[in-house]
Structure formats: structure tokens, C-alpha cells
């Protein structure tokens, strides 16, 4: 009789074969939940800018196990102990650190679910997948929680330098083709190390950390927030915001039935039970994007308006600054729209609208990237770095934008 191979090799596009380390791992991994990040963009609505950011949250998840396992293996070399326990819970929290995550990454978070983070449903999955497999998530658990008494463990999941942000750097970088965040993380890997129960880089990797800093200020700037990027994200959150109201109007909505769900019924953190985990958990990209193709004929002016520059790319204008947006800026942009339109002041705020993003590369406050020398000593990056520019990259850095129709609608 013919056993399943579990031991399969992936073949990466960023690290090249990539193992699953065990059959445990290979189960979560064909695991409906997990294989659902198939259909999850990773980098939202990115794509509109860079045609080849088409690469998915299970891309992302399958690469930080990779490194993950890397990291295992230099820390155990420099005489790190690592169960195998503690092992088999490291690459688990890291292959589900993203599980809970709505179509098209973050756009769900601000509009149709009421104030539930993709961490909290995370967390809410990983629940569930450990009554499946008979407890053997508990371990990965409290380190996904940060509640583990090794801490240099919930480091290498959720820090300023941790696995997610090694992979995504990376591999967002090669996706969209801005070389600028193409950080060199087999050279920060090798240079880990524990001291004190805390994650630190020996002292050869410092112009590695230098480069990774810099990257991530770069790749926020030029990638995440690229202007375009964000009034696209900003109008799929309006689409869903819009989508809502109506549903509680009572007004028909074709939907898949998932959506639907979320549409038609109040979601929150302390309603959040199984059978919403179910439905959420067959949610993805294409439901929004078969939804955006339907409502475009819908009778809603702004519902259908909305729909139609998105699926058209036809998107609003927006304007980044480095000074706050005049409120006579925006009252003007919102009377021409109103006259124009002969629409509610109400309707005119999804078409008119102002916001901030804010970039910071290092948070100092929060938790420190600390150097190792060779005597000992330790030392917060920023101090020991003589790139003088590192001390800018603590400090956030604010943009204030504006969006409003380019012509007509």
C-alpha cells in the first residue's frame, strides 16, 4: 500500500527548494485555512502599480518557514538550545503568523468587520487548528502570543528584525522589481545569535542590519505607501464601507454567500464564534473582485462609481504633502463634486477625502536591534552604526494626502 510523502520539496522563486520539515507541518499546510492564503494577494491592491505583485500571503508563510529553519540551525550551531518541541512550535507560529488575514490583506480590517485585527483572527484560527490536531499547536500558541518564558523565541516571530519581515523585505522586492529592498537575509540569519535570552547580530553583521533598515524606509516610501497604492486600497475600503451601509438599508447586494455574511450581520471581536471563522475562512480575493464586477451596474451612485475605478483602474486623484491638508482645500474639492453630482455631503466623502501615512524603519522605543562585539558588550544599532542617517530613520516621518475626482465620474 502506497503512503502519502509528506517530505515535499517547494520550489521557491527567492530561496530556490524549500523542505517541509516534518508530516505535522505538511497537515497545516494542506490544511483548507492555510491553503486558502492561495488566494490571498499579499501586497493588496499593489498590483495596480506593479504588474508583477501578484504573489500571495501562502508565497510569503511557506518563505518565512524557510527561514525559520535557517535560524534553528545557526542558533543551535553557536550553541543555542533548542528542543525539538520548541522547534516544531517556531516553524508553526511562523507558518501561521498570517493566517487570519482578509481579502486583499488589510482592506477587510477598516470596513466590513468591526474593529477585529488579522492578528486576532490569527489567533482565532490557530485555536481551532489545535482541537484539530489534538493540542500540538499549544507551544506555537504562546509564542504567537509572546507569552513564552524564552523570549528570544517570540523575537524571531514578531520583532523589529523577525522572520516576516526577513521574507517580505525580500520577496515583495523581487515581486514588484524595486531592487532597493532586496535585503540579504542569508547574511543577516548567519549573523544571529542569543545573549541574555534576547535576539542580538554579532557585530560583522552591521552594515547588513544598515542595509535592511534602509530598505524597509525605501520600500515603505516607494512600495507600500506609493501613492497610488494606497487611494486603490482606500477606495476598496470605501467599496466595503459602502457595500455595508447599504446591506443594513436593507438594499439587495449580489454577493457570494461569505461576503454576504459579512455584509448582512454585525461581526466583532466578542461574536466572533465558530461558525463566523467558517465563513470567513472561504473568503478571499476573488469574492471581492466578482462582487466589484457586479455592483458596477448596481443602482447606487456611489456603490457602482466606486466599483467602476477600481475595476477599470480609472482611480481618484491624490496629492501627497509634507504640510496638513487646508480644510478650504477640501470643501472646495466637496461643493464642486456635490453641485456637480447633485449628491449628499455624505456620499461626496467617498469621492473626497483626506488622511495621513506615517513611515518610521527603526522604533527605537519599542524593541531595540542590539549588536553583539566579539567582547561581550551590546549596543543598540543606532549607536553602534557610524551611518549617521540611522538616527533619521528613528524618528516617523508623516505625509498628509488628499483624493478627489480627476474630472468627471
Excluded at 524549500?18 to 492555510?34: A, G, M, Q, R, V
Excluded at 480590517?109 to 481551532?128: D, K, P, R, T, Y
Excluded at 535585503?183 to 553583521?205: F, H, P, Q, W, Y
Excluded at 486603490?232 to 447599504?246: M, T
Aim: proline share 2%.
Amino acid at each position: 500500500m502506497n503512503t502519502l510523502n509528506k517530505l515535499k520539496i517547494l520550489n521557491d522563486p527567492i530561496y530556490g527548494f524549500i523542505t517541509i520539515p516534518n508530516s505535522s507541518i505538511f497537515d497545516l499546510i494542506e490544511h483548507k485555512y492555510f491553503q486558502r492564503l492561495r488566494r490571498i494577494s499579499q501586497m493588496g491592491m499593489s498590483y495596480l502599480v506593479y504588474p508583477g505583485a501578484h504573489h500571495t500571503r501562502f508565497h510569503h508563510a511557506i518563505g518565512c518557514m524557510h527561514l525559520m529553519q535557517k535560524a534553528v540551525n545557526v542558533l543551535r550551531f553557536k550553541g543555542v538550545a533548542i528542543s525539538k518541541k520548541e522547534e516544531d512550535a517556531l516553524y508553526i507560529a511562523i507558518l501561521l503568523h498570517d493566517i487570519g488575514h482578509g481579502p486583499f490583506s488589510h482592506a477587510m480590517e477598516h470596513s466590513i468587520v468591526n474593529g477585529v485585527s488579522h492578528e486576532a483572527i490569527s489567533l482565532l484560527f490557530m485555536e481551532q487548528l489545535n482541537k484539530e490536531f489534538n493540542d500540538d499547536l499549544t507551544l506555537a500558541i504562546k509564542i504567537f502570543k509572546g507569552e513564552y518564558e524564552r523570549k528570544f523565541m517570540c523575537q524571531l516571530i514578531s520583532s523589529q528584525l523577525d522572520m516576516d519581515r526577513s521574507d517580505y523585505l525580500k520577496r515583495d522586492s523581487f515581486y514588484t522589481g524595486v531592487s532597493e529592498g532586496n535585503i540579504n537575509s542569508e547574511r543577516l540569519l548567519t549573523m544571529l545569535n542569543v545573549k541574555g535570552d534576547a535576539l542580538v547580530i554579532e557585530s560583522k553583521g552591521i552594515y547588513s542590519v544598515e542595509k535592511f533598515l534602509l530598505a524597509r524606509r525605501l520600500m515603505y516610501w516607494q512600495v507600500y505607501l506609493h501613492k497610488t497604492s494606497l487611494v486603490a486600497e482606500q477606495l476598496l475600503i470605501r467599496v466595503l464601507k459602502r457595500a455595508k451601509e447599504l446591506a443594513k438599508e436593507g438594499v439587495t447586494l449580489n454577493a457570494s454567500k461569505p461576503l454576504s455574511y459579512f455584509l448582512y450581520n454585525e461581526t466583532k471581536l466578542d461574536n466572533f464564534n465558530t461558525k463566523c471563522l467558517e465563513t470567513f475562512a472561504k473568503l478571499d480575493d476573488y469574492d471581492i473582485v466578482s462582487a466589484m464586477k457586479a455592483w458596477q451596474s448596481h443602482d447606487d451612485f456611489v456603490l457602482r462609481n466606486l466599483c467602476e475605478m477600481i475595476i477599470n483602474r480609472d482611480l481618484l486623484q491624490i496629492k501627497l504633502k509634507k504640510k496638513k491638508i487646508k480644510i478650504e482645500q477640501l470643501e472646495l474639492q466637496r461643493k464642486k463634486i456635490i453641485d456637480i453630482y447633485n449628491i449628499t455631503a455624505k456620499e461626496a466623502d467617498y469621492f473626497v477625502f483626506t488622511g495621513t501615512v506615517t513611515n518610521q524603519a527603526y522604533q527605537q522605543e519599542k524593541q531595540k536591534i542590539n549588536i553583539l562585539y566579539k567582547d561581550g558588550k551590546i549596543e543598540d544599532i543606532v549607536k553602534a552604526s557610524d551611518q549617521l542617517n540611522l538616527k533619521a530613520l528613528t524618528k516617523p516621518v508623516t505625509k498628509y494626502y488628499i483624493c478627489y475626482p480627476k474630472d468627471k465620474l
